[in-house]
Every structure is written in structure tokens, then in C-alpha cells.
């Protein structure tokens, strides 16, 4: 796993988010990981949140080496404890806390009708994807009222579409949606912010997939206005960038599609 030299995201992002602190979730892969590389583009340090303690510690690392700095936990984001300590290292290791972003997710790799769903495949999508982002939020609370922050959770189309065989898997994000637009209500007065992102992006799951089917890509994006699937650190990372940065100090309780246009076609 790599952290790409990029010069000309890094000028364009430069100093945005400088002096910040951020927690990103399930960081050492994918979406997640675009946006991690992203904020520490633009300035910040970043907590690396992740299960996989290898790659986390690798991804910490190159992310050092481009940044102000990052560091690593390993967070198993099902488990309350975990989840207390992480909000803990950022404070103790950064001094603070502006953004927390709830990236982490698991679901079944493979599609699965409604009339086969388990109660282990609800679990699973429900435990590591809203309990995750509601104990994590909870967590966060009294530190992102300090820095008067801000909080970015994931969406998907899956939900915002109710697509065939992610009953679970979009039931939870559009659970994780109304969670966000509930603490954008009541935290406002706090000063802190919720938005969500939802991503079509080449996440390691859909790079496999086009390995196996090529053809993948020029389906799902047929009609798109603009015709691709988005890169993870270029497309989607700055968008969390912006939500994180005092540019979108007066937007809280709405879903940005990062989608090259999707949720138009469907």
C-alpha cells in the first residue's frame, strides 16, 4: 500500500486545514483512505482508525512523510472501548479534536437478495456502520464542542436508492443519515457540524470486481455526466476537505453526492 506523490492536489489543498486534528475511521484502505491523504494534504493530522494494524501503521507513516503528522490506532469500531481510546489519542497525541469521520463500514461482498437476509448480515452492517458512527459521535461530542468542529459520515447510493441486495447495507447508511441530520439539529448550538458524503469511488472492493469484469465501469456510469467511477483521494477527498474547513462553517445536515452526477439518472 502506497500514498501517491501528488503536487498538484497537495498546492491545491495546502493550508486549508492547517493547525487541525482529525480522526478518520477504517483509514487504512480505500474511500477512507482518500480522505485521510486528503486532509493531511491540506494541513491537518490524522488519526489513522483502523483494524488492520499493518497497513494502519504504514499508512501513519507515509502520511508523516507528506503532512504535519499522523499517527495510528488500531479500532475495532464495534467495540465501545476501542472507540473511547481512539477520541482519547487524538487528544492526548494531537491536542485536540476538529473533525471526526466516520468511514468504517463492513457488509457481505456479495449482493444478497431481501429473502435471504440474516440477522448476522443486519449485525454486521449495523454494528460496524451506525452503531459505529453513533458511539463514535458520542465520543467525540465533548471534545468537537471545544474546537467547535466538525463530523463527515458516510452514505451511500445503496441507500439514498434502495438498491437490489443491499437491503442491510443501505438500511444502515440511510440510518447513519438520519443520525447525522438529528445531531446537526441538536449540536448546532455547540457549534459543530454534521454532514455526509456519499461516494462512487474505486474503493478495493470495486477495483476487484473490474478485475473480474471489466465492463463494470461503463455500465454503472452509462448516463452519468460525467462518466466515471471517482478516485478516492482526488475526487472524493476533497470534498471532505471542504466540509471539514471553515469554507462550509454554514452547512451542516446535508448529503453531498460525490458521484460524477449518479443520483441524476436514477
Known amino acids: 500500500m502506497s500514498v501517491a506523490t501528488n503536487e498538484e492536489l497537495t498546492k491545491r489543498l495546502s493550508g486549508r486545514l492547517e493547525g487541525k486534528v482529525a480522526i478518520v475511521t477504517g483509514s487504512a484502505q480505500g474511500v477512507g483512505l482518500g480522505i485521510a491523504t486528503a486532509l493531511t494534504r491540506a494541513g491537518a493530522r490524522c488519526v489513522i482508525a483502523d483494524f488492520n494494524e499493518e497497513a494502519g501503521q504504514q499508512v501513519a507513516k507515509e502520511l508523516s512523510a507528506i503532512g504535519p503528522g499522523a499517527s495510528f490506532i488500531r479500532c475495532d469500531v464495534t ?16 491536542g485536540q479534536l476538529d473533525t471526526l469521520v466516520n468511514n468504517a463500514q463492513r457488509a457481505p461482498y456479495q449482493p444478497t437478495p431481501l429473502l435471504d437476509h440474516t440477522d448476522e448480515i443486519i449485525d454486521l452492517c449495523f454494528d460496524t456502520g451506525y452503531r459505529a458512527s453513533f458511539h463514535f459521535m458520542q465520543a467525540a461530542y465533548e471534545a468537537l464542542k471545544q474546537t467547535r468542529g466538525s463530523i463527515i459520515n458516510i452514505g451511500s447510493a445503496s441507500g439514498l436508492d434502495g438498491r437490489e441486495g443491499m437491503a442491510a447495507y443501505g438500511a444502515a447508511k440511510e440510518a447513519i443519515r438520519a443520525l447525522s441530520k438529528t445531531a446537526a439539529r441538536e449540536w448546532g448550538g455547540d457549534g459543530i457540524r454534521v454532514n455526509i458524503i456519499c461516494p462512487l469511488a474505486k474503493s478495493p472492493g470495486v477495483v476487484e470486481l473490474l478485475k473480474h469484469d471489466p465492463g463494470f465501469e461503463a455500465r454503472v456510469t452509462k448516463g452519468q455526466p460525467i462518466p466515471r467511477l471517482g478516485e478516492c483521494e482526488d475526487d472524493i477527498g476533497p470534498v471532505a476537505v471542504f466540509l471539514a474547513s471553515d469554507d462550509a462553517r454554514y452547512i451542516t445536515g446535508h448529503t453531498v453526492p460525490a458521484d460524477g452526477g449518479a443520483c441524476m439518472i436514477r
Open 79 to 94: 467495540q465501545r472501548a476501542d472507540i473511547d481510546a481512539t477520541v482519547a489519542h487524538a487528544i492526548e497525541t494531537h
